[in-house]
């Protein structure tokens, strides 16, 4: 959450919240965020078409960050949730210092959980290459609690796994037990699913990590720090949206049909359609101005 | 290779050959061209911002494919590769159909070998779900033998295990095993390698469709044909550069330090630096107009 520039007077608490992540992780923030707040409207970007951010650079990270910014505002959104933990780890700083509504990253409440939680000092992390490279975590943890020791360990291949359906699968699990042994040797007891896609494969992390590993979901974390942030600030929806309002509203830069079926598989809410956007329409934008771009870019094509 | 538009009398020979990928595959096709016309320049772009493409729609990857253009045509390049089996399969009739130079794509080379190669008259494909979704190599193939029946077999996972170094590996194995049975099963005599990453884990794909199976690679075909093409048009370059002339250079628009790393264990060359552009300032731009572009987005940002 940032400061300075927000002028709450704008702000309505029967606006909607956005949400974006690199593509499909992120439905499971907004799960959590359904299940903890369930009369908040919920307006979701998936940046399909530049997917997948974990592999790329801070500066692209950003820009393609700011881009998205820039079209969940023209939704007159209360507070953005940024539901991408590459995203948080590269762009959160300068997303902060332009913002003039309060945002929020996965990567604090996940920090500050597993900060509560170590009983032995040592933490580990899990997550894209990105966010591992950024020290995010660590930088969060030590200052909460210097005294916790974090392990970061790079996954790439449980992102592709994930989107291919092996939830649950020996190769996963092979997978799995190379990435965390030396987690596992380095006993750490709290372990953090630093990227969103992560929850999906919980079973197979916890039954390699074993009981006595406390497994850290930021997408949970983040969706109670929201709930207590909007009612901090008066923001918080009191009244169920009435029938037909259009409650969840999904938005991707590219594959609306493909990611309508997993977003299904993901949240068990009957999604029917998501609208494709032309992300590059909005580079370049000066902040605050939104005007000039109300949703020009959008695609009608939805998918069924 | 097209035609119409094409004014041979400002292409000379001595110019470089562009080659584009969505980002470090298509440099088995370098190593092809390097080896088979060891004389050409060569200006290479891989889309590292932006990859992967097999997973994104048609008409995001012609967007793509033609920001790219626009960028190489700024090295008056006499003909560029679309080294990429995706981009051939999605925007090659776009980009043919704006070209003033002759472009070449992986997939067409490809395809001719395979039915030639066929005994039986079954050929597999594998690929991307991008381009087995177009069903791009179905289509030439039966251009040109229609008793040839094409099964295609979408391999998301391969491109992943290849980028996290798991060429040899029980893994990769276990995964070639799942994605190859029913090509096995089918009794294929002929299979199409229709990604530019899977040159790089041939061994295990031979091992796995045993020696009676004809493994074809369009990277090698590729630059057979482009010999044949430049010959045929007096374009073949017959002096090598001289030394300090650069003859090879890497453009990437993103992480160009961890693409000069990949591309090292591809080609054993020596690569020392890859430059970073910012492809979105190449977007919609007028076709042929490439003056304006000269080169603004690239950033002296060279990785050792």
Chains 1, 2 share one sequence.
């Not at 780890?89 to 509560?116: F, N, Q, S």
Request: with cysteine.
């Amino acid at each position: 959450m940032t400061g300075a520039e927000i002028n709450r007077d704008v702000l309505r608490s029967d606006a909607p919240i956005g949400v974006f992540d690199s593509g499909v992780g992120g439905l499971t923030v907004v799960r959590e965020i359904i299940r903890q707040i369930p009369n908040e409207k919920i307006i979701y970007f998936g940046d399909t078409a530049r997917v997948p951010y974990g592999s790329k650079s801070r500066d692209t990270v950003t820009r393609f960050s700011e881009q998205i910014v820039r079209f969940l505002k023209t939704f007159q959104v209360k507070t953005i949730v940024v539901a991408c933990n590459t995203a948080s780890a590269y762009a959160m700083e300068a997303l902060e210092r332009d913002a003039d509504i309060p945002m929020i990253g996965v990567v604090k409440p996940g920090a500050r959980m597993a900060a509560e939680m170590t009983r032995n000092g040592k933490v580990g992390v899990i997550a894209t290459e990105a966010t591992i490279g950024s020290g995010i975590y660590t930088q969060y943890i030590q200052n909460l609690n210097q005294k916790v020791t974090v392990y970061g360990k790079a996954c790439p291949l449980f992102v592709p796994l994930v989107e291919e359906g092996l939830w649950e699968d020996p190769v996963t699990d092979e997978i799995a037990r190379r990435y965390l042994t030396e987690l596992i040797d380095i006993d750490i007891d709290t372990l953090i699913l630093g990227c969103t896609h992560y929850p999906l494969i919980r079973s197979t992390l916890k039954k390699i990590m074993g009981e006595g590993v406390t497994l850290v979901n930021p997408a949970y974390e983040t969706a109670r720090e929201l709930k207590e942030m909007l009612e901090g600030q008066n923001l918080l929806c009191t009244k169920a949206p009435g029938l037909g309002s259009n409650q969840y509203q999904f938005y991707v830069s590219d594959k609306a049909e493909k990611f309508v079926r997993f977003a299904n598989s993901i949240i068990k809410y009957g999604i029917l359609s998501a609208k494709t956007v032309n992300m590059e329409a909005f580079d370049g934008g000066i902040d605050g101005d939104m005007g000039g771009f109300s949703q020009p870019a959008i695609q009608a094509a939805s998918a069924g």
